[in-house]
């Protein structure tokens, strides 16, 4: 056999149990997926697989495999979820838990077990029940619906992801802007976006927590920053919320998770979370977000500025908490920077 015939033939090999997958997609489809999901997600950039998952097919994976530990909604509190013991089974619709890993990490966890990302044993290994196209439809439906980096900051070619113990002086900054914080509010987890070359399309690449590759993000390029927390507003049930602040710390988009609540409420949330760009920033002493007076009817001029009504002080108030722990989370990581980049 000649050179050229051995490498043709080893190329057959290699693309006949690709074809024969899709094939197989074809003819038999799953049952019923358990949670109905919208277009599949793009995939984060870095991750090496040989086509993107299907979300729709990882649903009514996640339905057969999955649910019983992580819940039909995916929410961490399936039947089997209680006999599982510490820690608990992952909330998979947790902003924070999965703006920190890409996908080529939730496909080793979910391939290899808890283990295999040194996480907990109670994650089983499902490799040698899934083939490989079936364990990234899994993180196709995982990563489905959930925000993005791409979708704050569409120019992010590179982003961050780190969780944040406020020290001594951020503590101190803080409660004389806020009071006292509550046990878990000590900390917070951040995402940093920069810009960069990309190609057109790409999601932005998630960039590990090591000094050398952070050394590569250079502070010019910086966009801006996401941070995440749950905030109860007046009267309505609490609600996760994405920051998005500008590379200043000023607000620039407040999302809440809506899914699961009433129509009404999710109305009021809406109401009570709008308008607050622009607002606020990295200067000390921190300030508290005011409520949005409402913008005027097209060609009116505005109305005489009037008292925020009582429950929109009120969501202000319970809004500049989170608010303000992102800012110093920011605040900590440009001191980082500052230090990465002292030579430059």
Known sequence: MTTRTL????????????????????????????VAPAAPAAPAAGAVRVVAGDATRGAALYGLHCASCH????????????????????????????????????QQAIAGGGKARGRSYTMPAFAAQLPPLDV??????????????????????????????????????????????AADEGKMVLVTAYGGDKVEGDAPAYVADDPRLLASLKPKLKLGYLGFAKVKLPGLPEVPICLALDKDGAVARVTPRLDGLAEKDREAVAKLLAGYEGQGGKKSPY???KFPAPAPAKGKKPAPKKDAPKDGAEAAKALTRPYLRTV????QFDKEERERHWAD
Do not use: I, N
């Open 136 to 181: 990234w439809d899994l993180v196709a439906f995982v990563r489905d619906g959930q925000p993005s980096v791409a979708e704050y900051f569409p120019a992010a070619a590179h982003f961050t992801a780190k969780t944040y113990a406020f020290d001594a002086d951020g503590l101190r900054r803080l409660e004389a802007a806020v009071g006292a914080l």
């Open 71 to 106: 819940g039909a909604d995916a929410r961490g509190g399936g039947p089997l979820a209680a006999g599982l013991g510490a820690p608990a089974p992952t909330d998979l619709r947790d902003f924070a838990f999965l703006m920190q890993r890409g996908d080529d990490e939730l």
């Open 287 to 289: 300030a508290e977000l």
């Open 328 to 331: 110093e989370a920011a605040v």
């Open 7 to 34: 490498f043709l033939a080893a190329l057959l090999a290699c693309l006949l149990p690709v074809a024969a997958r899709a094939a197989e997609r074809k003819a038999a489809p799953l049952a019923a997926p358990v």
